[in-house]
């Protein structure tokens, strides 16, 4: 089938989408990041402050998202919500960024997570690891193809199996800490956190909260999406942030700030001080469970936006396709199969990904404003759900948005300014196209 003429299936209802969203954001960072955190701000408060100030710029953003899932229930999500604001050279940048770079990195560098911990209990070669990985994506990338309805079940079973796991690791501090002679120690010697140190680990912290935006990519999908993506973002990521800083709090309660920051596996070493044993066999389990979830929903995710921009004629057309039968974008699922797995094949996405990363928050910046131009403009008048005091959150959003760019190229100004490059070349590719 060349056209795409088959309607895509409404099987994502609330559970569904609130677990997509939960599901993306919980996968191995939250296990990994509140290292860097607490090397960047050596402080019990400031640590919480910046897992709380993270917390509310996602919050914050998701509502920003659901004003415009409201008024733009379409498939692509961010995609539409760029290409209405600015026009569909701003929406193909986001979509070139993502394909080559943010999302397929971001699928593969969580699949080699997995097999690195997967190799925990089977020892694996180099070889070994990444095919495993390359398999892990392919597996999913083939459920996914197979229904939507089957890929969005499959996400929010694990997530539910998640949250178990990390509610478990939350209530054994709670219980069992008490055995750990002092609880919340800072280091001995105090310093001064700068602007430049807590932005970088705000920058860590939104890190840890990335893919909460990915649930509008599948509003055509979503039952009644007007009202259930909104309400999927400010519950999952209420839940989400609650979550983190009740992590962050009990890792905190349990081990000293020094070696929580020094630490390369922070949650095997919260266990293992509340248990005296290497609990590294079960933190690995847990990881291995996080990371396969949240995989699950990035591939599910990211198939839609290029399916959108397919439809507008900014990609082949044969790429969008949906399949007769299984009713899923079909060739935009096997595309980002096949890409995520030359990166991992090749450990490209290390590269490409750690240089262009940071730049995801730049258009998050140029959203939060695309939001206050379209209502301006008054295209947004149809929608069903409003962000309150939107003109100062949506500033207070991107001004925080843009910060933590400008303070990544500061500090990184080689490999930032490469990256930005990078996706900037998509825009002289845009209107060669476009011209031909």
């Avoid at 890409?339 to 730049?359: H, K, P």
Wanted: a positive charge.
């Amino acid at each position: 089938m060349t056209g795409t003429s088959s309607p895509l299936t409404r099987a994502i209802g609330l559970p569904h989408a609130t677990a997509l969203v939960v599901g993306t954001i919980i996968g191995a960072s939250i296990f990994v990041q509140p290292s860097e955190i607490s090397a960047r701000v050596p402080s019990v408060g400031g640590v919480l402050l910046v897992w709380a100030v993270a917390g509310a710029l996602t919050l914050i953003g998701a509502l920003v998202c659901a004003e415009l899932a409201s008024a733009f229930p379409k498939t692509g999500g961010v995609y539409v919500y760029l290409r209405e604001a600015f026009g569909p050279a701003i929406g193909f940048l986001w979509g070139w960024a993502m394909f080559w770079v943010m999302h397929s990195g971001i699928i593969a560098a969580i699949a080699v997570v997995f097999a690195r911990y997967a190799g925990f209990f089977v020892p694996l070669s180099p070889g070994q690891s990444k095919g495993l990985a390359i398999g892990v994506i392919l597996l999913l990338s083939a459920i996914n193809l197979v229904g939507v309805r089957q890929g969005s079940r499959l996400q929010t079973a694990f997530t539910a199996g998640k949250l178990l796991a990390v509610f478990a690791i939350v209530a054994a501090g709670v219980l069992f800490g008490g055995r750990v002679e002092q609880h919340f120690v800072s280091p001995a010697v105090g310093s001064s956190v700068q602007l430049s140190d807590f932005l970088s680990g705000l920058l860590a912290g939104l890190f840890a909260f990335g893919g909460w935006h990915m649930v509008t990519y599948t509003s055509e999908e979503t039952v009644a999406p007007t009202s259930t993506i909104p309400r999927s973002l400010a519950i999952g990521t209420l839940l989400v942030t609650a979550i983190y800083l009740a992590m962050n709090a009990v890792y905190m309660y349990v081990l000293p700030l020094d070696r929580m920051a020094a630490s390369t596996r922070v949650a095997a070493d919260f266990a293992q001080a509340l248990s005296g044993v290497d609990a590294g066999g079960a933190i690995s389990a847990v990881v291995l469970f996080s990371t396969f979830g949240a995989l699950a929903g990035i591939v599910l995710a990211g198939p839609r936006v290029y399916l959108a921009m397919a439809r507008d004629g900014l990609l082949f057309r044969w790429i969008g396709a949906v399949h007769p039968t299984f009713r899923t974008p079909h060739r935009a699922i096997i595309l980002q199969a096949v890409w995520a797995s030359i990166l991992v094949a090749t450990g490209s996405f290390r590269t490409l990904f750690t240089r262009v990363a940071y730049t995801e928050w730049i258009f998050f910046g140029v959203l939060a404003i695309g939001l206050l131009v379209l209502r301006k403009k008054g295209t947004t008048a149809g929608r069903t759900w409003s962000l309150a005091a939107a003109p100062f959150l949506c500033s207070i959003f991107a001004i925080a948005a843009f910060a933590v760019s400008i303070n990544e190229i500061v500090a990184h100004p080689v490999e930032t300014l490469t990256g930005l490059i990078l996706v900037l070349a998509g825009i002289p590719l845009y209107y060669f196209a476009k011209r031909t």
